[in-house]
């Protein structure tokens, strides 16, 4: 069987952007998928091929989950990567979404799968959204880094030329296959503060859809993000205002931000996180439903 299944093939698309999102590694407090998400909903996206999961993923990091059909039929549903289209008549281009989990195995052979479904469909620049750990407090707006390796799409878009070396994920992997094939492809990253990240971070997905809407020229309305993001940040407050320990920790990080210090010798950021996080279990044991730690 092909990796690639479609479900039906998008014709007509105007100079299409292909957006992606990987949940995992690259994915810190679920803010770039979450974004991805969110665009999708608000443009009325609609799935048009999935890449089926046997080939790259291991199923005891990745599992499949068990679904009840109609409350009684067992169905299994695999890990898969979607594919939707956003068509969107008043903007300058339509828009192709991937979404998926951070695949486990054969990562050349599913990025170049990428890249030729991209040429198939007429994709003219690939944009991904990544979220990474920061030393960073929550109560700053969330910094956005946009990153290119290629000369022309850095000066044309205002983007950061990339000088990274160390440890990749997919995205990585991704951009070297796009620019072997050459194509245009650009990175935006949010910094997340690393002691609130088992929450997931509407503030930071929607700093990324906002960042994405310049790159890519096409708005969304997201008055819905941006009351979770609100919301988030009230709740987040309130926790860290209610354990000394942790205000004066984010407090620290405030201070070194506003002078520029390398926050180096801060206290232990997975000591205050690890107590900041079992404070936001137990706030939501003790409330009713529907209230509780953002989501």
């Given at each position: 069987?092909?990796?690639?299944?479609?479900?039906?093939?998008?014709?007509?698309?105007?100079?299409?952007?292909?957006?992606?999102?990987?949940?995992?590694?690259?994915?810190?407090?679920?803010?770039?998928?979450?974004?991805?998400?969110?665009?999708?909903?608000?443009?009325?996206?609609?799935?048009?091929?999935?890449?089926?999961?046997?080939?790259?993923?291991?199923?005891?990091?990745?599992?499949?989950?068990?679904?009840?059909?109609?409350g009684?039929?067992?169905?299994?549903?695999?890990?898969?990567?979607?594919?939707?289209?956003?068509?969107?008549?008043?903007?300058?281009?339509?828009?192709?979404?991937?979404?998926?989990?951070?695949?486990?195995?054969?990562?050349?052979?599913?990025?170049?799968?990428?890249?030729e479904?991209?040429?198939?469909?007429g994709?003219?620049?690939?944009?991904?959204?990544?979220?990474?750990?920061?030393?960073?407090?929550?109560?700053?707006?969330?910094?956005?880094?946009?990153?290119?390796?290629?000369?022309?799409?850095?000066?044309?878009l205002?983007?950061t030329?990339?000088?990274?070396?160390?440890?990749?994920?997919?995205?990585?992997?991704?951009?070297?296959?796009?620019?072997?094939?050459?194509?245009?492809?650009?990175?935006?990253?949010?910094?997340?503060?690393?002691?609130?990240?088992?929450?997931?971070?509407?503030?930071?997905?929607?700093?990324?859809?906002?960042?994405?809407?310049?790159?890519?020229?096409?708005?969304?309305?997201?008055?819905?993000?941006?009351?979770?993001?609100?919301?988030?940040?009230?709740?987040?407050?309130?926790?860290?205002?209610?354990d000394?320990?942790?205000?004066?920790?984010?407090?620290?990080?405030?201070?070194?931000?506003?002078?520029?210090?390398?926050?180096?010798?801060?206290?232990?950021?997975?000591?205050?996180?690890?107590?900041?996080?079992?404070?936001?279990?137990?706030?939501?044991?003790?409330?009713?439903?529907?209230?509780?730690?953002?989501?």
């Open positions: 069987m092909q990796p690639l299944q479609w479900d039906y093939r998008p014709d007509g698309l105007r100079a299409p952007a292909l957006v992606c999102a990987f949940k995992g590694w690259n994915d810190a407090a679920d803010a770039a998928s979450s974004a991805l998400t969110f665009v999708g909903e608000a443009l009325g996206a609609r799935r048009f091929a999935t890449i089926d999961p046997e080939e790259f993923y291991d199923f005891q990091a990745t599992r499949p989950r068990i679904k009840l059909v109609e009684q039929t067992r169905a299994i549903e695999w890990p898969e990567v979607e594919l939707y289209e956003a068509r969107v008549p008043r903007a300058p281009r339509d828009l192709v979404l991937l979404s998926g989990a951070e695949p486990s195995f054969r990562w050349r052979t599913f990025t170049s799968l990428i890249v479904l991209g040429e198939a469909i994709v003219q620049l690939v944009v991904t959204l990544g979220a990474l750990l920061a030393d960073v407090p929550h109560t700053r707006d969330i910094a956005i880094t946009g990153l290119a390796s290629d000369p022309a799409l850095v000066q044309r205002g983007l030329q990339s000088t990274y070396e160390g440890p990749t994920g997919i995205v990585g992997v991704l951009h070297g296959a796009c620019q072997a094939a050459g194509v245009p492809s650009a990175s935006l990253w949010a910094a997340v503060p690393h002691y609130i990240a088992a929450a997931p971070n509407p503030k930071a997905a929607l700093a990324l859809v906002r960042k994405l809407e310049g790159l890519v020229g096409v708005v969304v309305d997201a008055s819905g993000l941006e009351t979770a993001a609100v919301e988030y940040e009230r709740q987040v407050n309130a926790a860290v205002q209610s000394p320990d942790v205000a004066a920790f984010v407090e620290r990080l405030e201070r070194a931000a506003r002078a520029e210090e390398d926050p180096t010798e801060l206290p232990s950021g997975e000591t205050i996180a690890r107590d900041l996080m079992r404070f936001l279990r137990q706030r939501e044991e003790d409330e009713p439903p529907g209230s509780g730690p953002p989501s």
